[in-house]
């Protein structure tokens, strides 16, 4: 179905997509598209090249083309955890799956904490990532000093996300003096993790007594249930709105968090913004019992209920984005009783497949796709020039054949702990090409290492 002129190892030339259907701004048409080295070129039915200069061409008739996801929210374990993952790997496996940016969590080894450690990462990102990408600052209980420092074109924000495994304090969201102390002082995107650790760990205790140490694994969400994500949330957002601060919310959950966000300010003015997560829209609590630890997340899945309520905030804009919160961990730390196995799961491979899954469910439309994953989530970070098909952006691209059925299985994944929650699973929609920057980095099955994704650049103000 694609002719390349030239082998995918000479990614850096000129390309043309001939014939592709474009989902972009709440538009799907028919159109072709010129990239030129970087950026997208032209976007027009009557692009004429000179034949005997260099260039792919690639047919995109059946297929779509939609903007590359940006994914805020990975943690890919490089630095000290690449046991588990690494930036090479997961970068592989995020360009397979149609995710062309990534914003990395700090919660790392060592944590990043300095500025210094953070540049370290963005370094070994240059040498070493297939996708564009940028890296959090972390905040803990004790170096909100060191991320007022923090460069805020050149990264993304700053946040605790993870960290709570590694520190002692626990969630930074349960101290509100300390995060009155931040907003008051921070003129950076600040994004967080919302669950209050006292009624975790009441739910714990209460639980514990019934079973022991083998607590089974659909009682997760009734420990980390929805008291404990709503009545946090809901202070953060006092809080933020006290200061005016530019505060983001993770993995949102439930129904009743959603339902405290603004639908009523356009997207860009938009002070307090909000994301779900794939694995919280695909899963519900029926599933604990066939698929235990493999989907024991933090937040936790939750009801079906909930799991609704997050597909209703999405259409009324309650939410504004969708995330992977991709967390791998090996196969060995998902296994064992309840208190044992780690939270989080892989996800990057598989978070567009799944969302085009859905759209065949009629959850969710292709535009709001685009939307959600790549429009939005550039307008809410001020990430320069890319998250839109535009002549002049990057040339951040993914074609996908939405009926090409194929199935997940080990032989397949491309995550380094080689597992997925999706094993097994049909998807309607399979991913075909992915453009980074211009380059084709992937296209049926076939990567080029050559070309490394780029850092992002967000506008100063935020
Ligand atoms: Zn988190």
Redesign the pocket.
Known sequence: MIVYKEPLKNSKMNTIIRNATIINEGKIFNSDIFIKNERIEKISNSISIDPQSNFHEINGENLHLIPGMIDD?VHFREPGLTHKADLFTESKAAVAGGITSFMD?PNTLPNTLTNELLEQKYALAAKKSLANYSFFMGLTKDNWEETLKTDTENVCGVTD??LYFSKEDGIIANYPEYIEKIFANSNTLIAL?S?NDAIIKRNTEKLKQEFNEDIPFEYHHIIRNEDACYSTTKELINIAKKYGNRLHL??ISTLAEAELFDNKTTLNKKRITAEACVHHLWFSDQDYKKLGAKIKW??AIKSEVNQKGLFEALHNGKLDIIAT?H?PHTIEEKTGNYFKTLSGGPLVQHALPALFEMYHQNKISLEMIAEKTAHNVAQIYKLKERGYIREGYFADLVLVDLNLPWKVTKENILYKCDWSPFEEQVFQSKIITTIVNGNVVYSNGVFDYTPKGMRLQFSKIR
């Open positions: 929210q969590m996300d993870g993790h669950e993770f993995h933090n937040p919160d967390a």
